[in-house]
């Protein structure tokens, strides 16, 4: 059985990102692993309801995915509005469909509020950047997900060689 990643759906070129955008990863070995049947796709927003477009959205506070899987932060949109239930939730679908489809692994895009590994956005929608994990990475690495973003493929593909 060959180790399965999920992935980015935005990175597959699907249009789901807030924006109404994708953000496609061009690299050969996308291709390879998807004709493997390695990909498993999952925008979380979407799996969580979350229309496209939809506004911007950042943790508050400079906090981090785990403050908000621990109940001590929250999501917001630009417009104030709270949408950390549909963060929570596209977490959990994420972890969800991750054990079902037996994914070792995931591939994510950096900066989301949800999917961000690297580094995510401190909440004041000003652009800062701060080194941390979006609310479905931190739920993916408590349940024992590799989580890698888009930025760190070669290291995805030098583990996956292991």
Request: aromatic share 6%.
């Amino acid at each position: 059985m060959q180790n399965k990643i999920l992935v980015s759906a935005c990175l597959m070129g699907h249009a789901v990102r807030y924006d109404g955008r994708a953000k496609p990863l061009l690299h050969p070995v996308i291709e390879t692993w998807r004709a493997e049947g390695r990909l498993v796709t999952i925008c979380p927003e979407m799996s969580a309801g979350m229309k496209v477009p939809r506004p911007p959205a950042e943790i508050a506070n400079a906090a981090f995915g785990e403050e908000v899987l621990a109940g001590t932060a929250r999501v917001v949109e630009l417009t104030g509005a709270d949408v950390t239930e549909e963060f929570l939730q596209a977490a959990e679908n994420a972890v969800a469909l991750a054990r079902q489809a037996g994914c070792r692994y995931a591939l994510l895009i950096d900066g989301s509020p949800s999917c961000g590994s690297g580094f995510i956005y401190d909440g004041t929608f000003s652009g800062r950047k701060q080194a941390g994990n979006g609310v479905t990475a931190a739920a993916l690495k408590a349940a024992g997900v590799e989580v890698f973003s888009d930025h760190e493929i070669e290291r995805l593909i030098e583990r996956i060689a292991q």
